[in-house]
């Protein structure tokens, strides 16, 4: 194994594909804002600068027109009514001058009240007759677009008068003056917002700003304070502004005319919002994207990663021997048909193994009652005894065929090297037994039938011996009458049965029942000859396969082998 | 597991969609708070249509501040989503507002709609400044045929075709013969009404001896027909104001005014009051400065104009709160003429690009009293209220100008004017006839160069002679030798020749 995992390596993963994208994203992202901002500061001032001439063209337009006024000899003359003596002729110079000024004040879109005022004589000529056109008192000084409060509208007003200087000394014959209120101005910056996009208003430090019809004046008023900070002597310029949260460029530019500032602001950030939202969206996406990847890296981490190291931990303790280990908490999905297989292999396993192991066991168990038995020092007796008392008796015949049953019973008996024998040597074997016992004890006959296809058939070692051996341990020795054992040996469907029957006592179903669980049970401690019979079979030819016990036709016990000769079942 | 997968996912998509909607979503919410004040146009929104334009018109005298506040602010918003469309007015100032008005229009300038009085309509018809308006009537003007008598829509018709609105449905009877004068102060001098021109000289003697600043007569230029009712047995009308010719009522003859016996007592008249100081001989050639008198409380009497008593009676007030004015017909019992039902007169330019729109807004107007009080007085709280059915403005600054759009079933009268104002007004086309000149216009295109010549003349050699500035004696012979010389007698034998075609027609 690595020394990282599936999940660090997919997180890392991500995050390499990730991180460049970003960066870059953040460059390309720095640059078109700043180039778009550079591109909105310039048009944006260049809209002011262009609108601030206009106001100043006019107003210097306007300036020229007093210029025009003070020049005429008809507007001068009227200062001296006395030099006009002629009635009509006054009437004519009023009439021309009362048109001059209005044709003057006619001129161009921003209408401004132009008046001229002979203070001798008290009369004035003005272009406008409404009420509260002009101030009813003027300045005692000439003055130069100045700006005055006023409770009807607030205004500009220029005075200039004639002879020079003259104002001061309050002998002035003649003054010309033109008066610009704010709502033409307001008017004209309504119409410049209509045609751009800001708020423009007019600033003066100490004076009331002059706004535009449709002006968000609490905005405005945030930025007041601030624009007290404007050099004087700065003609031009722009600064940011924080309102809320919204920035606000503020572009500045003075007036030549009237010495006022020309401000606009743009919400910068309203502007950019839709490349910010673009940001945050691609922010947030790569956010999800790397939380997606982590959770899926998680999950893949938990789902596979996890049950596969408790998968590899259980096969190396398999490997070491330790048998019994399960996977225990299953996952859904595949890996729990991975577990369950693993779990089925495991136990099989372990069964095998087992199986195995137990029934080397049992037959060398088997082999050591056997070779017991042989030893049994009265058998042997028995049998030689047997044998002497017929040499005696000069029973030749009986004495040889007991010699040669014995040899034949022990040769068949030390033969150990196979552990499977053929059927037909088995009961080679349990033939030469019962002929030893019938010939010693001479109170019973037997009878073997086996069917012919059988007879190759391999089984276990001393598997039927011992159901033998017990008949005449069993059966036969507190009976007095002449018994019989009947060994046969047959075929159903793939089932195997050799049954060994006795005449011998016979057994009700209770004590053949309780020999039955005492064979059946998994005690280890219970020893006996069926149930190593039976466990054997077990271990061999698997769980349907063992012995049964019954009562025989014959009158005694009848036990039963079965196994089944499929070769797949073991 | 699976539902928290799928659970996770979902909410990724869910935020994702949320995201992305919100970015085409976002920035457009302002718009739905934009149409927040229109509140009684319903049954308008069927017939708002798709483009939106701006119309632009020409309007006289100045923006007051609350108009340009009212326009940009409330009265926008409310035809946007009334009509789609936007105004954008030009105020040119009464002092020169024929001579830009008329550069406006020769230049072709893309206005759409303006105002002038009905004499107007015929000369710029014959200029081509203006445009028919039938078909436009008939299909966006229901409302207007429903509130203008069907009579003030004919005098507009030159060649069997409409050339403008006459905006102002109201009495108009003997509109600018009769004379306004202050009635606190004519009581004042212990006078009741004005019956004679010995009345009105009478009030400005006794006024004279106890405040010499007080000031009498203000027109100058208009004024005769005032005149005329107690100077002459006959009933006359004027063509028009500029004062050459006139109607006999009585015997349909068409006349020359300044060669006629009433122009010379006139100009006689008008000659003693020069000298009394009824007329202020410095003030005449100086237009602005007679109305700043006015303004200033300081003038006696006027021209009247059927409701020009209640029309400048704030004026008026605005400098001596106790001022009452009322209009009188001198000779009482002759009777008055209707010339022009309305005299005020909308037309749409030649040049108009969205003359639909003109007459929609026009018709707009005259739709309901919601929009007749919106656009003439204003937002109702805010700068006015309504008293017993009368209206009281909160502000002083006008909008639109109440006259020019006066209509009988609109009509509210101001709460400050006193009943036997109104009642005057209401009553004043009683004892009237319908004047021989109704529905003539008089065709100028034929004798242009001599019109154009002897108004010059008139406005040199006649004008001071009207203003009583030149003396009749001395001055007539020369006056009326130089008028006859620049082609009087060519114009004058076009007008008589026209008005017999009208007057067989009719």
Not at chain 1, 69 to 88: F, G, K, Q, W
Not at chain 1, 221 to 247: A, C, H, N, V, W
Not at chain 1, 255 to 261: A, I, K, N, P, Q
Not at chain 2, 398 to 420: G, H, T
């Amino acid at each position: 194994m690595s020394r990282f995992s599936i999940f660090t390596k997919l997180i890392a993963t991500l995050f390499i594909l990730l991180i460049p994208i970003l960066l870059l994203f953040a460059v390309s992202n720095r640059t078109s804002t700043r180039v778009l901002t550079d591109e909105i500061i310039k048009v944006k001032q260049y809209q002011i600068e262009t609108f601030a001439n206009q106001l100043d063209e006019l107003f210097f337009r306007l300036d020229t027109y007093k210029k025009m006024l003070y020049e005429s000899t008809d507007v001068r003359n009227l200062a001296y009514p006395d030099l006009l003596d002629d009635v009509l002729d006054k009437y004519r110079i009023n009439r021309t001058v009362s048109e001059e000024i209005n044709r003057l004040a006619g001129y161009g879109d921003w209408k401004a009240v132009i008046a001229v005022l002979y203070p001798r004589t008290g009369i004035m000529i003005k272009s406008s007759s409404s009420l509260n056109a002009l101030p009813k008192v003027f300045p005692a000084q000439d003055t130069f677009w100045q700006y005055y409060s006023d409770p009807n509208e607030d205004y500009f007003m220029e005075i200039l008068s004639y002879p020079e200087n003259s104002a001061e000394s309050g002998e002035a014959h003649m003054r010309v003056l033109l008066k610009f209120g704010v709502a033409a101005l307001r008017s004209a910056l309504s119409e410049f917002k209509a045609n751009g996009s800001g708020d423009p208003f007019l600033y003066h430090p100490g004076a009331n700003p002059i706004y535009n019809y449709s002006v968000n004046v609490n905005q405005i008023d945030e930025f007041l304070p601030r624009l007290r900070e404007i050099d004087s002597s700065m003609e031009s310029g722009y600064m940011l502004l924080e309102s809320g949260k919204t920035q606000f460029q503020v572009h500045y530019q003075k007036l030549e005319s009237l010495g006022w500032y020309l401000v606009d602001y743009v919400p910068i950030s309203h502007i950019m919002a839709p490349i910010s939202r673009n940001q945050t969206m691609f922010y947030v996406i790569s956010g999800m994207l790397l939380f997606m990847g982590a959770y899926l890296a998680f999950v893949m981490y938990r789902n596979i990663q996890i049950p596969f190291r408790k998968l590899i931990q259980n096969m190396n303790l398999i490997e070491k021997g330790i048998y019994s280990v399960r996977m225990v908490d299953k996952p859904k999905g595949e890996y729990r048909f991975l577990y369950e297989k693993f779990n089925s292999m495991a136990s099989k396993i372990e069964k095998l193994i087992e199986d195995v192991f137990k029934e080397q066991l049992r037959s060398k168990d088997a082999t050591l009652k056997q070779l017991q038995s042989q030893i049994n020092p009265h058998f042997l007796y028995n049998t030689l005894a047997y044998i002497k008392s017929m040499i005696e008796l000069s029973e030749d015949k009986a004495a040889i065929s007991m010699t040669m049953n014995l040899s034949k019973y022990y040769r068949y008996t030390t033969k150990t090297g196979n552990k499977m024998v053929k059927l037909r040597e088995e009961l080679d074997l349990v033939h030469f037994y019962l002929e030893i016992h019938c010939m010693l004890r001479d109170d019973f006959e037997f009878q073997i039938e086996v069917e012919p296809q059988m007879a190759d058939l391999e089984i276990p070692r001393l598997i039927v011996q011992p159901l033998v051996e017990n008949v005449i341990l069993h059966s036969f020795n507190n009976h007095s009458e002449y018994g019989m054992i009947r060994i046969r040996c047959w075929r159903e469907g793939f089932m195997n049965h050799v049954a060994v029957e006795d005449t011998g006592t016979g057994i009700d179903y209770a004590v053949i029942d309780s020999i039955r669980r005492k064979i059946q049970s998994s005690n280890e401690e219970i020893e006996s000859g069926l149930k190593n019979v039976h466990q054997r079979l077990r271990l061999m030819y698997g769980g349907d396969s063992g012995l049964l016990l019954s009562q025989s036709e014959l009158g005694g016990l009848c036990v039963e082998l079965c196994w089944s000769s499929r070769e797949d079942v073991s | 597991m699976k539902p928290a997968v799928i659970g996770m996912v979902a909410i990724l998509f869910i935020s994702l969609m949320f995201i992305l909607y919100s970015k085409y979503s976002g920035p457009d919410l302002p718009n739905s708070t934009e149409h927040h004040n229109a509140d009684a146009a319903d049954e308008q929104v069927e017939d708002v249509p798709e483009s939106y334009v701006t119309l632009k018109v020409i309007m006289p005298g100045d923006l007051s501040a609350r108009m340009g506040d009212f326009v940009e602010n409330e009265l926008n918003d409310r035809l946007k989503k009334d009509l789609n469309m936007k105004l954008e007015l030009t105020y040119i100032p009464w002092s020169n507002y024929q001579q830009k008005l008329e550069l406006a229009l020769s230049t072709g300038e893309d206005y759409d709609l303006f105002w002038y009085g009905a004499p107007f309509v015929s000369v710029y018809y014959t200029k081509g400044y203006i445009q028919p308006l039938d078909e436009l009537l008939d299909q966006y003007g229901q409302d207007l045929i429903k509130h203008i008598p069907d009579e003030n829509f004919k005098q507009n018709r030159i060649d069997e075709k409409l050339w403008a609105i006459p905006s102002q449905a109201f009495t108009s009877a003997g509109k600018f013969s009769s004379v306004m004068v202050r009635q606190d102060l004519l009581e004042k001098v212990n006078l009741s009404e004005i019956k004679t021109i010995a009345d009105l000289e009478l009030f400005f003697k006794r006024m004279q001896a106890i405040d010499p600043s007080y000031y009498g007569y203000l027109e100058t230029d208009r004024g005769h027909e005032m005149l005329w009712r107690e100077l002459t047995d006959r009933n006359y009308s004027s063509l028009d104001e500029r004062m050459l010719f006139m109607v006999d009522e009585d015997s349909g003859e068409m006349l020359s005014y300044v060669e006629s016996d009433v122009y010379k007592k006139v100009a006689q008249l008008r000659e003693s009051w020069v000298n009394m100081g009824i007329i202020d001989k410095n003030l005449v050639g100086n237009p602005a400065a007679k109305i700043d008198q006015e303004n200033a409380g300081k003038l006696l009497f006027r021209v009247g104009a059927v409701s020009r008593a209640m029309e400048n009676l704030q004026t008026a007030r605005n400098a001596d709160p106790n001022a009452r004015l009322r209009e009188y017909y001198l000779a009482k019992e002759k009777p008055k003429f209707i010339t022009t039902p309305s005299n005020e007169a909308f037309m749409i330019t030649a040049a108009s690009e969205n003359p639909e729109r003109a007459m929609m807004f026009m018709n707009w107007i005259l739709k309901n009293k919601d929009n007749y009080n919106f656009i003439i007085y204003g937002v109702e709280g805010k700068d006015y209220e309504l008293e017993n059915g009368k209206i009281k403005q909160l502000t002083n600054d006008q909008l639109i100008y109440e006259w020019m759009w006066r209509n009988k079933d609109y009509f509210l009268a101001p709460a400050s004017v006193e009943d036997d104002i109104i009642d005057d007004m209401l009553m004043n086309d009683e004892n009237s006839r319908i004047s021989k000149l109704f529905g003539f216009h008089f065709n100028e295109a034929s004798v242009k160069n001599e019109m154009a010549q002897v108004m010059a003349v008139y406005k040199e050699k006649i004008e001071p002679i009207n203003f009583g500035l030149a003396s009749y004696e001395e001055y007539y012979e020369d006056a009326i030798a130089a008028l006859k010389k620049a082609g009087f007698d060519i114009v004058f034998a076009e007008l008589k020749k026209q008005f017999s075609e009208f007057q067989l027609q009719h």
